[in-house]
Every structure is written in structure tokens, then in C-alpha cells.
């Protein structure tokens, strides 16, 4: 079982359209973090949420922290083709001590 | 500011060898973490080490080691090799505290044949 659980699995789009993925699970976590990897490629860091209720902009990204701090989700409005990647939540589990874990993550194509 | 370095980035090996892969964290950064990620288990967490010592350690067997040198630059060692462990090695270089936030070098694509 996943500490950190992302929905969908996969995402398969246009080139315009919006689309939102998910990170949840039942623990609390002092911050959590959004990276994106593309193919071959190591994960590249977007975001850090750390207090709950916040939402943070990245261009045409916006990520929310759930106001317990048990789940997250990024929104992105008008895909483009260069979104295309897999995308993956990260958090410290509780008493976790620097030992961060990762969600499966969620793989989006855009199509143009 | 140079970012994380692994190499070698491909490596091809023969089962029952053993293979070195070498990961430079970020300058001042003293945690380096080694993961390995398959298309079906996903990122998998393997050890961690800070200051020379290893400080976390995932569920993997022994042929899976590592270490670390004093000047912060890392290595992980998989010894007796079984096709099984042909994945992308990913090596990051983290900042500590409670808001950690670990920043991945491009790998190493490992294939046993």
C-alpha cells in the first residue's frame, strides 16, 4: 500500500484543455512537494506546500496543500505538449527523519 | 551553482557481475539519497546517507550498498547482478530540516542482460 496515493495513473489529452491530478493519504505531513520527470530524465522539483489551505502559482501550475496537510492537487490550465511528463507528489512520512517517499505518480500526454 | 552529477549515465551489464555508480550532490549539501525507479514499482527509496554514515535504509537486499566520502560525493554498489535490478538509478542531493526538498541528478540507466 502507497503511503502517498496519486489519481489518475494516466492522463491522456489535448493540447488546451485543463486537467487536475491528485495526491492524498491518510497522513499528515509537515510539507509536501510536487516534482515533474520526463523520460529518461531525473525528477525535477515544481513546488513545496507546507501550511494548510495553500495554494501556489507556477505560470499556468497551481498547487493546493488540503487543509489538514493529508493531500494536495495540481491544476493545469491550458496543457500544452511541453507539460507532458510524469508527475509525482513527495512527503515526509510521519517520524519519517529525512526519508522522503514518493507517490507512483501520474503520467500525462498532451497531444497537439 | 552545478547541479547534481551521476555517471556513469548508461551502463550495460552481464548477470551475476557487479556495477559502481558514482553520484556528486550539489555543492554544500551533505544528504545524498539513492533511489531506484522500474515502470512498475515506481521510485523506490533505497538508502541515505549524511555526513559519511547511513542514516535510512529501504527494503532491498544486501547486494545493494553504498557509501559516502567525505567530501559529500556518493556511491552505490550492487553486487551478484540479476536482471531484475535493470532500472533508472536516481541519486538526490537533499536539504534537511523539516521541509526537505531533494534535488535528482539525470540517473543512471542500468540494463542486465
Known amino acids: 500500500t502507497q503511503l502517498l496515493e496519486q489519481s489518475p495513473q494516466f492522463l491522456s489529452i489535448q493540447e488546451g484543455e485543463n486537467l487536475t491530478v491528485y495526491c492524498n493519504s491518510s497522513s499528515v505531513f509537515s510539507s509536501l512537494q510536487w516534482y515533474r520527470q520526463e523520460p529518461g530524465e531525473g525528477p525535477v522539483l515544481l513546488v513545496t506546500?507546507?501550511?494548510?489551505?495553500e495554494v501556489k502559482k507556477l505560470k499556468r501550475l497551481t498547487f493546493q496543500f488540503g487543509d489538514a496537510r493529508k493531500d494536495s492537487s495540481l491544476h493545469i490550465t491550458a496543457a500544452q505538449p511541453g507539460d507532458t511528463g510524469l508527475y509525482l507528489c513527495?512527503?515526509?512520512?510521519?517520524?519519517?527523519?529525512?526519508?522522503?517517499?514518493f507517490g507512483a505518480g501520474t503520467r500525462l500526454a498532451v497531444h497537439p | 551553482k552545478a547541479g547534481v552529477t551521476q555517471t556513469p549515465r548508461y551502463l550495460i551489464k552481464t548477470r551475476g557481475q557487479q556495477v559502481t555508480l558514482s553520484c556528486s550532490p550539489i555543492?554544500?549539501?551533505?544528504?545524498v539519497s539513492w533511489y531506484q525507479q522500474t515502470p512498475g514499482q515506481g521510485l523506490q527509496f533505497l538508502f541515505e546517507?549524511?555526513?559519511?554514515?547511513?542514516?535510512n535504509k529501504g527494503n532491498f537486499p544486501g547486494r545493494f550498498s553504498g557509501r559516502q566520502f567525505s567530501n559529500s560525493r556518493s556511491e552505490m554498489n550492487v553486487s551478484t547482478l540479476e536482471l531484475g535490478d535493470s532500472a533508472l538509478y536516481l541519486c538526490?542531493?537533499?536539504?534537511?530540516?523539516?521541509?526537505?526538498?531533494?534535488?535528482f541528478g539525470q540517473g543512471t540507466r542500468l540494463t542486465v542482460v
Open positions: 538526490a542531493s537533499k536539504t534537511q530540516g523539516t521541509n526537505t526538498e531533494a534535488f
Open positions: 546517507y549524511f555526513s559519511e554514515t547511513q542514516r
Open positions: 506546500v507546507v501550511t494548510g489551505g
Open positions: 513527495a512527503a515526509l512520512p510521519p517520524g519519517g527523519y529525512n526519508k522522503l517517499i
Open positions: 555543492s554544500g549539501h551533505r544528504s
